[in-house]
């Protein structure tokens, strides 16, 4: 059944209509995803876990596949015309993703392998070249693993300080310990838009200027907030931006890294080889210009091309409308989930706070548990850590389940988690 459709029959079991006002034709929208129209054990598949990864619609599915049909050949060497079909198909995609993030120029955006390797670059060519023992480097405890490690490891071999921004009880990140964490010694921040567990959205701007204010360069994990929301990296004025492809409409195995022009162009490459290169010879090589530089190997090109259509497909509905439709979704689903007994919310509970994410534990039941009984119903939900321990570990939970959302999620989903949860206590007698 179309949303339309449940409209006209009033299904009542529903009722969410009412109280929500569509921002997004989730009808139309869903109707280019053609997974959306899978089975899953018997019953329309509940996909709630776009957080991971979300669904791709035909549109990307066909930019990529009109590549290999029709221009497929490697990039930035041929002189044929496939080759140059194909550069400049992957040139124009970088140009697209450089005007949805609002960067000055398309030499701004290097294409990785995902946010992961993004971070990887920067902590390896960045952090390896310009941090000196005894500097610190500030991120937060509600980080991801990606935006973690890599400067764990940093510190470590670099004899660095590693330093953690707190979280509020709230379950936000306690701000008003900043300006004592930020010292002379701070040389990189490092931080989440939107936390994938918690959901909380910080506001950036504040915080990169204080951090400017002592000179201290700052990265945006921009990896649960660019596929949601509207960001602009000139208004921010961060140094870096990173995220990945897969999160936002576009295929696995391509992300992209933000930089200003300045800090990549003085920062050293972080992988070697072909095409990062201008010339080599037996004395040594020369650098390639920025961004081909940090570029090293054929590129993922008929990903970068398929997220240059998923930036078309996102622009045409525009990030402002996204946002509400999830900030929507996101209050009704809070609402829904405050009626659960035994159900406790993880992260701040105000909706205008909080992206399409939310997170929960049912008391006496373990999240695992909880996934598996939801799919035999049809409903996708992650549970386990989401690559976030230090978090877990400060929550004093081993384990949390997460319900997120996207442009294509119907409020009769929902219904259709919190049905399923309930369906899960009786089964597990709770
Ligand atoms: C906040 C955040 N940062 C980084 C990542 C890492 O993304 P990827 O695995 O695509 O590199 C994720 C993925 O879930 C994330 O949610």
């Known amino acids: 059944m179309t949303n339309d459709e449940r409209r006209a029959t009033g299904d009542g079991r529903l009722g969410a209509y009412e109280v929500l006002r569509p921002t997004l034709d989730t009808s139309r929208i869903r109707a280019d995803f053609p997974i959306l129209a ?135 990140l306690a701000l008003d ?112 210009d920025v961004p081909l530089k940090f570029e090293a190997g054929t590129p993922a090109f008929v990903e970068a091309i398929g997220l240059g259509a998923a930036v078309d497909y996102l622009s045409a509905l525009d990030m402002s409308a996204v946002r509400a439709h999830e900030r929507e979704l996101t209050a009704y689903a809070l609402e829904r989930m405050s009626e659960v007994p035994g159900a406790k919310i993880i992260g701040p509970t105000d909706p205008d706070v909080r992206g399409g994410v939310v997170t929960f534990t049912l008391d006496r039941v373990h999240p695992h548990d909880l996934a598996s009984l939801l799919d035999r119903e049809g409903v996708a939900i992650r549970a386990g850590h989401h690559c976030a321990q230090p978090l877990h570990i400060r929550l004093g939970l081993s384990a949390t389940a997460r319900a997120s959302f996207y442009i294509y999620t119907e409020p009769h989903e929902v219904d259709a988690l919190i049905e399923a949860i309930y369906k899960a206590r009786h089964a597990l007698k709770r």
């Open 177 to 288: 310990k900043l300006d004592e964490l930020l010292t002379p010694r701070t040389r990189l921040l490092s931080f989440a838009h939107v936390s994938n567990v918690l959901g909380a959205i910080t506001d950036p701007r504040p915080i990169i200027q204080r951090a400017h204010a002592i000179g201290a360069r700052v990265i945006v994990d921009g990896s649960q907030s660019v596929p949601h929301m509207p960001v602009n990296v000139v208004e921010l004025d961060c140094d870096f931006l990173v995220f990945s492809g897969h999160k936002m409409l576009g295929p696995t195995g391509i992300g992209v890294l933000y930089g200003k022009r300045d800090l990549l162009d003085a920062m050293p490459p972080f992988l070697t080889g072909g095409d990062m290169i201008s010339a080599v010879g037996f004395d040594g090589p020369r650098w390639n």
């Open 38 to 172: 899978e089975q899953v054990n018997g019953r329309s598949v509940v996909f709630l876990d776009s957080a991971a990864s979300s669904q791709k619609p035909v549109q990307v599915l066909q930019a990529m596949d009109d590549v290999y049909r029709h221009a497929y050949a490697n990039v930035h060497r041929g002189v044929y015309t496939f080759s140059e079909a194909a550069t400049e198909r992957y040139e124009q995609a970088r140009v697209k993703i450089a005007r949805f993030i609002g960067a000055p120029a398309a030499e701004n955006i290097v294409f990785t392998r995902n946010a992961t390797e993004a971070l990887n670059l920067l902590a390896y060519s960045y952090g390896r070249h310009f941090l000196q023992p005894g500097d610190e480097i500030l991120i937060t405890e509600l980080e991801h693993h990606a935006n973690f490690v890599p400067w764990q490891v940093l510190a470590q071999e670099r004899g660095l300080r590693l330093k953690f921004i707190p979280i509020s009880p709230e379950g936000r």
